[in-house]
């Protein structure tokens, strides 16, 4: 599914937020968003998803798939949501009803656009457990019974069990150790590629960008300074911004004598 | 061994369970770690792992089920340790891993720095004589973590970036000179672009007090690699591994510590 963004412009209680923003979300592309915190990035994310605070005002042209979603009525984008888009947010203990058990917390988006009986549901519930790494025993627990990991593969399942076409992931892995976070990248990664789906993933790492998506966008004060293939922005940086930010990723990440070998041993343990 | 003989605070087959009776859950089993004077050790495992509990334990907030806590090698525990446990909440420095949940909202950067220097005792060496010695102290504390004191000594929390807030969080660990400073995952919260400025303000507090030991929680190899002198691996509430920074990282021995470090690569 494709997502173009024309000269979008974003403020909440008339405070710009984002400004003159144009993006674009290619079929099967996975596109990163990078920037710091308080840059507008999740207002981006939730303008794509219609689900902008009440206060904020919108203006441009956001077109999913050729149909503009700017003005459409609660209830169309509410059906697009539905059918159309996932959403993976930051931090899973906040973003799962905790009075649900995982099965019903998964069920709850077929429940509510689908009219499938309950056998079927249940049968598609398992299926994407599996498919997120959760074992079946899970299912009938509370989020506050599963550790961090695996509340994230439950929003992950939730957002992916209509088969969206687009996933939008903001910070997903932010609120995880290190481990969990590269699980969890890779886990996102493959069940977008095997759906062959769209993903716009949310950062303010550029390590975390590498591994997730092949296009970015770099957005500094809420306009977008600076885009290319991640790779590319990686290794040239042009603009200030964007060169602390790779600064800052190359810093913090490991350099060891072991590095290639315990890599090569981790990618071979995923595989087994 | 001579590198004992300059342990600042120990963890003595440190044990620790949470529940009652019924619903007991063993966190830590009896661990052993020590770390000396002017040194930063890293304590690294997966969220759950134990960590938090440890240097908890280490400090004095947390009582072990089982086993010792020394500082300056006499106890903390027990109605014997409560005078040595005063001492070491004295001269201890603690840094949480959310600065917006840490710091107080309606104070002023400055009010929040200056707090430890007015709640030392009146004995104490350290402590500041008067209004216009703690501003002074103050104003150095925020100079040395990189935040221009005329500029943020009367800003709020709500005010500062996340990068900001934590460095006002370090100032006010360290504006009393501690000999030990904890901080439990300081980085966490924080975007990665104000991540190298924290460590900038780590390094600064360090050469500015060569003696202060650093405890540092972390699971993020690379901000480890940065500053610490010697990592211990703790995993299910067991130290797997430990050793220096160069040891673990270049040549580590057990599955776990070679996870953490295919994971921490580009």
Request: charged share 20%.
């Amino acid at each position: 599914m494709s997502v173009t963004l024309s000269n979008v412009n974003i403020s909440i209680a008339s405070k710009p937020i984002v400004h003159n923003i144009s993006m674009e979300i290619r079929d099967g592309q996975r596109v990163g968003l990078i920037g710091s915190s308080g840059s507008g990035k999740s207002m981006i994310a939730r303008a794509i998803m219609g689900l902008l605070p009440q206060q904020a005002s919108l203006s441009g042209t956001i077109s999913v798939n050729g149909t503009q979603v700017v003005g459409m009525s609660d209830n169309e984008l509410a059906n697009l949501r539905g059918a159309a888009m996932g959403m993976v947010f930051q931090n899973p203990a906040t973003s799962l009803n905790p009075l649900l058990r995982v099965r019903e917390q998964i069920e709850l988006p077929l429940k509510l656009h689908y009219d499938l009986p309950s056998d079927d549901r249940a049968a598609r519930v398992e299926a994407m457990a599996r498919k997120v790494g959760l074992p079946a025993e899970l299912l009938g627990r509370f989020p506050h019974q599963l550790s961090g990991g695996q509340q994230q593969r439950v929003g992950i399942a939730t957002a992916l069990i209509t088969s969206p076409r687009l996933i939008i992931a903001d910070e997903p892995t932010t609120a995880l150790d290190s481990i969990t976070q590269r699980q969890i990248i890779d886990l996102l990664v493959s069940l977008v590629d095997e759906a062959h789906a769209s993903m716009l993933f949310i950062t303010h790492d550029f390590s975390v960008l590498a591994h997730a998506t092949q296009y970015c966008y770099v957005l500094g004060d809420g306009e977008i300074i600076e885009r290319g293939r991640t790779a590319q922005l990686l290794d040239a940086p042009q603009h200030d911004y964007t060169k602390t930010l790779v600064h800052a990723a190359q810093t913090l990440s490991l350099h060891t004598d072991t590095r290639s070998a315990a890599h090569t041993e981790g990618a071979h343990n995923e595989r087994a | 061994m001579s590198e004992h003989d300059n342990v600042i605070l120990e963890g003595a087959n440190i044990s620790k369970s949470f529940g009652t009776k019924r619903t007991r859950q063993q966190v830590l089993f009896d661990v052993n770690v020590h770390v000396c004077a002017g040194e930063c050790l890293a304590v690294i495992g997966e969220s759950g792992s134990g960590k938090t509990t440890l240097t908890r334990i280490l400090l004095g907030l947390e009582t072990p089920s089982a086993g010792d806590v020394l500082f300056s090698g006499a106890s903390i525990e027990g109605n014997a340790g409560r005078a040595q446990l005063k001492l070491l909440r004295e001269q201890s420095g603690i840094v949480y891993q959310n600065p917006f949940e840490s710091l107080d909202p309606r104070w002023t950067a400055g009010r929040s720095v200056a707090e430890p220097l007015r709640l030392l005792p009146k004995q104490d060496s350290a402590r500041a004589r008067d209004d216009e010695q703690i501003g002074a102290r103050v104003a150095d504390a925020l100079e040395l973590v990189g935040l221009p004191p005329a500029e943020f000594v009367d800003r709020y929390p709500m005010d500062m970036s996340g990068g900001q807030a934590q460095r006002v969080a370090i100032a006010r660990a360290i504006v009393k000179n501690p000999r030990i400073l904890l901080a439990d995952e300081p980085m966490s919260a924080i975007d990665v672009a104000a991540r190298v400025q924290i460590l900038d303000a780590l390094a600064a507090s360090r050469e500015r007090n060569p003696q202060m030991a650093i405890v540092i929680v972390s699971h993020d190899l690379g901000v480890v690699q940065n500053i610490a002198d010697r990592i211990v691996v703790i995993h299910h509430g067991r130290i797997v591994e430990q050793g220096t920074t160069a040891q673990v990282l270049n040549t580590p021995q057990e599955h776990y510590t070679k996870e953490l470090i295919a994971v921490a690569s580009m």
